[in-house]
């Protein structure tokens, strides 16, 4: 059965570094998200991509994070400059459809600054 | 701006028995979606039942149900029969039918099947 796979499944960083994380969505699907959760606060929306580029980002998305699908395969989240408050477990989603699409996520990245 | 409320974070039940899962949001919209999504330890979230807003009948899917009461913005799940491998983290969210491409989860219920 498809999934979605996510790499790493845990990284450590120290606060200033750049971080990237990987993920392969569903082969066939359009809709790419990645949704991030500190710990045992809600899942929240970071970014949707669609037809090559952000359709829809939340003020968390700043400057600091951006995204790409640089083979048509993978999509990766950025995060140039970590803080210590970006310590979380990102999740990456995709969909084939918009509204009535379930969202498959990955197992997540979790990702801790120090 | 639209919101999901879990006020529980922790349920348990015994295997065999119904349990029942709170949800709560808040939008001014009138078409949209609910979903419930199940996360159990260590794996990712899936799908669990999904319900339009403009459909008044309550979705089902085998032993899992809801109760959608529209204008009290409620979407509880319903478990009957548990078993262990129900085990898990179970998330309510939201998306509008246009406007967004945004899903809005709660915080989560953290639910533990006793055997």
């Known amino acids: 059965e498809p999934e979605v796979t996510q790499t790493p499944s845990h990284q450590v960083t120290q606060m200033g570094q750049e971080v990237i994380l990987h993920c392969v969505p569903i082969?066939?699907?359009?809709?790419f998200y990645w949704y991030r959760q500190i710990l045992g606060q809600k899942v929240e929306f970071l970014v949707s991509?669609?037809?090559?580029?952000?359709?829809?980002k939340s003020e968390i998305f700043d400057d600091q994070f951006s995204v790409e699908r640089p083979d048509g395969s993978n999509f990766t989240l950025k995060i140039r400059s970590t803080k210590l408050e970006d310590s979380a477990m990102y999740f990456c989603?995709?969909?084939?459809?918009?509204?009535?699409?379930?969202?498959?996520f990955g197992e997540g990245s979790r990702l801790t600054v120090l | 701006a639209q919101t999901v409320t879990q006020s529980q974070p922790e349920m348990s039940v015994q295997e065999a028995e119904t349990v029942t899962l709170s949800c709560t949001y808040d939008?001014?919209?009138?078409?949209?979606?609910l979903f419930w999504y199940k996360q159990p330890p260590s794996r990712q979230m899936i799908l669990v039942i999904r319900?339009?807003?403009?459909?008044?009948q309550n979705a089902t899917e085998n032993r899992f149900s809801v109760n959608f009461q529209k204008a009290a913005k409620s979407f509880s799940l319903k478990i009957s029969d548990s078993q262990l491998g129900d085990t898990a983290m179970y998330f309510c969210?939201?998306?509008?039918?246009?406007?967004?491409?945004?899903?809005?989860f709660g915080t989560g219920t953290r639910l533990k099947v006793l055997a």
């Open positions: 989603a995709s969909s084939s459809l918009r509204y009535t699409g379930e969202l498959f």
């Open positions: 082969s066939n699907h359009l809709y």
């Open positions: 991509f669609y037809n090559n580029e952000i359709s829809e």
């Open positions: 939008t001014s919209e009138s078409n949209y979606y």
């Open positions: 319900q339009e807003a403009y459909k008044q």
């Open positions: 969210a939201f998306t509008l039918t246009s406007g967004t491409y945004k899903y809005i």
